[in-house]
């Protein structure tokens, strides 16, 4: 198979994804919506930030996949449970669901996903996040310390499906402080990092809105003031683009979950 490396080290090649897998089923109860996006506004990059996991970078090797491919591309699209473990990731289980496309709205079939993330505590796996561990709750003065959580895998890929679908599983991340001396605190978010075949990366963040969760006020507090999201927005409505609704949907089995969408148009 042939492979292409671009910037940031990822080889463009066939691995392990939960679409393929299925997990549980949630792909064959209808998460996944099928169909093509018409052209509209492209999803705005953003920063590839501090913490992407490169080689060396973390603390606690969550690796599943020890197929030579680089450490952070060692794992599959379930972040909430690594392969042989009994024990979940701390923190609410929510599914990301999407498609990507191009600029046209046509699909992108074999895209492959990258996405990184803090822990239920506001944590990130890599050696580069050591500062402000401990810190205080800018609301309620209560004492918070970013804890790392050794059975959450920090890191996951997946691979787009014919219809440019994908889907990952994952909890949802704790806000931290980016400077305090600024009074500056990341609101939840994760990073993806899209490799189409045969076209330039992509690396853009996934913000929050959770309605039925009783922080979710202080969370959209924190995307109102984060820099980097006022940033993007500024000057456009693009923020029901990347501030993405997450809401309890019933999955196989008569499951619930939360479930969001959060479709990236290239």
Do not use: C
Not at 184 to 198: C, D, E, N, T
Request: glycine letters at 8%; a negative charge.
């Amino acid at each position: 198979m042939s492979q292409k490396t671009n910037k940031t080290g990822i080889k463009q090649e066939k691995r392990r994804d939960f679409l393929k897998l299925g997990a549980a089923g949630v792909v064959a109860g209808g998460m996944v919506s099928s169909g093509v996006l018409q052209a509209s506004a492209k999803t705005p990059s953003q920063p590839l930030g501090p913490f992407f996991p490169r080689e060396q970078s973390p603390i606690i090797e969550t690796v599943e996949l020890k197929d030579g491919s680089p450490l952070y591309l060692s794992n599959d699209s379930d972040l909430t449970q690594l392969k042989g473990s009994k024990e979940k990731a701390i923190g609410e289980e929510i599914y990301i669901k999407g498609i990507v496309t191009d600029s046209e709205g046509e699909a992108l079939k074999d895209a492959l996903i990258v996405i990184w993330q803090a822990s239920h505590e506001g944590r990130y796996n890599h050696q580069g996040d050591s500062r402000n561990v401990e810190f205080k709750h800018p609301n309620t003065g209560q004492s918070i310390e970013r804890k790392l959580d050794k059975d959450f895998q920090y890191w996951g890929q997946a691979l787009t499906n014919e219809k440019g679908e994908y889907v990952f599983k994952t909890i949802l991340p704790g806000f931290y402080p980016a400077d305090l001396s600024s009074k500056w605190y990341r609101p939840p978010h994760i990073h993806f990092l899209v490799a189409p075949k045969g076209k330039q990366e992509f690396v853009t963040q996934m913000y929050f809105d959770v309605p039925s969760l009783d922080q979710n006020s202080f969370i959209q507090e924190l995307n109102d003031k984060d820099l980097i999201l006022k940033d993007v927005l500024s000057g456009n409505s693009l923020r029901e683009d990347i501030v993405v609704k997450f809401e309890k949907t019933k999955i196989t089995y008569g499951e619930e979950a939360l479930i969001g969408q959060f479709d990236i148009q290239l």
